[in-house]
Nanobody
Framework: VQLQASGGGLVQAGGSLRLSCVASESFVGLSAVGWYRQAPGNERELVATISKGRWTDYADSVKGRFTISGDNAKNTVYLQTNSLKPEDTAVYFC?????????WGQGTLVTVSS
């Protein structure tokens, strides 16, 4: 399974970006899909996840600002990021879980300037 993430870039504080992640595997058998991020010197942290039953969960730091959604027909998961802050600067990785298997995308860099 391959995941291809895109949509990162440089944005000013308060701005928005829409991250996308396309999977080579159908979402039909997916148990969960979502996004992690890793800032320099920090551990990778969960940002948002969506389960097969459409249950969503977010890190407290992004609640109310980020929205995760999926398009089964396109095997794509999105992360709409609004009201971005400099502390959101990180490499964002998408992941997908099919049963016992977890696949990761290559990461897309989000840089938020103050």
């Amino acid at each position: 399974v391959q995941l291809q993430a895109s949509g990162g870039g440089l944005v000013q504080a308060g701005g928005s970006l829409r991250l996308s992640c396309v999977a080579s595997e159908s979402f039909v058998g997916l148990s969960a899909v979502g996004w992690y991020r890793q800032a320099p010197g920090n551990e990778r942290e969960l940002v948002a996840t969506i389960s097969k039953g459409r249950w969503t969960d977010y890190a407290d730091s992004v609640k109310g600002r980020f929205t995760i959604s999926g398009d089964n027909a396109k095997n794509t998961v999105y992360l709409q990021t609004n009201s971005l802050k400099p502390e959101d600067t990180a490499v964002y990785f998408c992941y997908g879980r099919w049963g016992a298997m977890t696949a990761w995308g290559q990461g897309t860099l989000v840089t938020v300037s103050s």
